[in-house]
């Protein structure tokens, strides 16, 4: 197996009081994709935003590209992409401005902006104001931004959200060809079909505690329903799965 | 550093609503100050000091208040969050962009200050203006840390300025005393002890400030 890309052992998170995370486990593997489910109030983002060395944990440990994060993770971070329900795009500069900055911060190069503003479609909308974009435009912006930098992780919140159909298409087109390049990607969604088009792997978060992680393959496809079934009706399965 | 004070500079060059308030609010501070006192008393010119730090403080409470709200919106504070440098160095941009928007107002009003109070300013102006720069300075380091800390908060309007300005009056009072006693046509010499005051209050804080910043914008 390749080297592990994320290693997530015994992660918890508590917010006043409330336990968002119970001890998650999670491995994702170099050039991996792997699709995180779960109902609202999961822990899903809260798990991601840990990942991406944007929150602490409250127990556990996590490891990216085979390093402990306690020390602030800003090299870690220079290898992550993230995309999440808010673009991170300042509504009063244009799509070009928002991207050079970012490509700026991360070292990337200039060039690579105009590359991407064509890949996502978005060249005639570059020079606008963010705040004039549509929700699905502003999405494409905020994709662009996380694949600046040729992230070797790709961590996606509900990326679909908001998308049209040409958008989600193109999305799906764009993930594909960055796990393709080796890319390793963990993609929270509600949606399994669309999670199913791009991962190889799923795993189901139900109220903060791991209750699936596996290949998606039609041999574990009915165990994987009944569990998903389970944890959309609120009821959760007997055991949590540890990996 | 150099991209994160550009991005301030080219949101505030296009919406221009830190400068213009800035520079609305300090204006009319001076103003209203300046009808108080007879403009043939020698008040006038003893109050001139207190005027104008007045004019500094609601000035920059107004800028500081502002300074964090072009990352609250779509969360661009994550953004920043996940970009591959240190926490600390969001801070120290952010303080320099602060302290270039403090310090364009005080420069644009300036000539109305000493207009509006008929001060002789000639051999003093370069000790007020490095007396100004280093207030400001230590102004902008407390206030962009106290800023980044309320900017989530329901009550930022009075929390930033419950929480900042006791911590400021040092450099306050430090300015209206360098400020009165240069108007005065004292030697630069002789408030050299308030000017080092400044300088270790901005040094103090901007390193509290580098230092203690990931933790104030941690969830």
């Known amino acids: 197996m390749a080297d592990a890309v994320i290693e997530a052992r015994g992660v918890a998170r508590r917010f006043a009081g409330i336990t968002a995370l119970h001890g998650v486990d999670l491995s994702v593997h170099a050039g991996e994709a792997v699709a995180l489910f779960g109902p609202n109030g999961a822990g899903k983002t809260t798990f991601l935003r840990i990942l991406a060395t944007l929150l602490r944990p409250s127990a556990g440990t996590v490891r990216l590209f085979g390093q402990a994060v306690a020390d602030g993770g800003a090299a870690a971070r220079r290898r992550i992409g993230l995309l999440s329900h808010q673009s991170f795009l300042y509504p009063d500069l244009t799509p070009t401005q928002n991207l050079e900055f970012y490509a700026r911060m991360f070292g990337a190069p200039l060039a690579r902006v105009r590359e991407l503003l064509v890949q996502v479609d978005l060249l005639g909308w570059a020079h606008r104001p963010v705040r004039t974009l549509s929700r699905g435009l502003e999405q494409r912006c905020a994709l662009a931004r996380a694949l600046l930098h040729e992230p070797d992780l790709l961590l996606l919140d509900e990326p679909f959200t908001g998308l049209d159909v040409d958008a989600a298409a193109m999305l799906t087109g764009m993930l594909r060809a960055a796990h393709a390049r080796g890319t390793a990607i963990l993609m929270t969604t509600h949606d399994i079909g669309r999670g199913f088009a791009v991962c190889s792997r799923a795993a189901i978060l139900v109220r903060g505690r791991m209750m699936w992680n596996g290949p998606i393959a039609e041999a574990q496809r009915d165990a994987f329903d009944e569990t998903w079934t389970a944890a959309v009706r609120g009821r959760e399965r007997a055991r949590p799965v540890r990996g | ?219």
């Open chain 2, 1 to 219: 550093m150099l991209a994160l004070i550009r991005k301030d500079l080219q949101i505030e060059f296009r919406t221009k609503e830190t400068l213009a308030s800035l520079l609305l609010l300090g204006l009319l501070t001076l103003v209203v100050l300046s009808f108080a006192f007879d403009p043939t008393s020698e008040l006038r010119v003893e109050a001139a000091p207190g005027a104008l730090w007045v004019a500094v403080i609601f000035a920059g409470v107004l800028g500081l208040s502002r300074s964090f709200l072009p990352e609250r919106e779509n969360d661009c504070m994550q953004g920043l969050l996940l970009c591959p440098v240190d926490r600390g160095t969001i801070y120290l941009a952010k303080t320099v962009a602060n302290f270039a928007f403090m310090m364009a107002a005080q420069l644009a009003i300036g000539p109305i200050f000493i207009f509006f109070f008929n001060l002789r300013v000639t051999a003093s102006l370069l000790g007020v203006f490095l007396s100004l720069a280093l207030g400001v300075l230590g102004f902008a380091a407390v206030g962009t840390l106290f800023a980044a800390i309320t900017v989530r908060t329901r009550a930022r309007e009075v929390m930033l300025p419950l929480l900042l300005l006791p911590l400021v009056v040092p450099i306050f009072i430090a300015g209206v005393k360098v400020t009165g006693q240069l108007l005065a046509a004292k030697p630069l010499a002789d408030v050299a002890p308030w000017l080092n005051l400044m300088l270790g209050f901005d040094v103090i804080f901007l390193v509290v400030g580098w230092m203690v910043f990931e933790y104030a914008v941690e969830e």
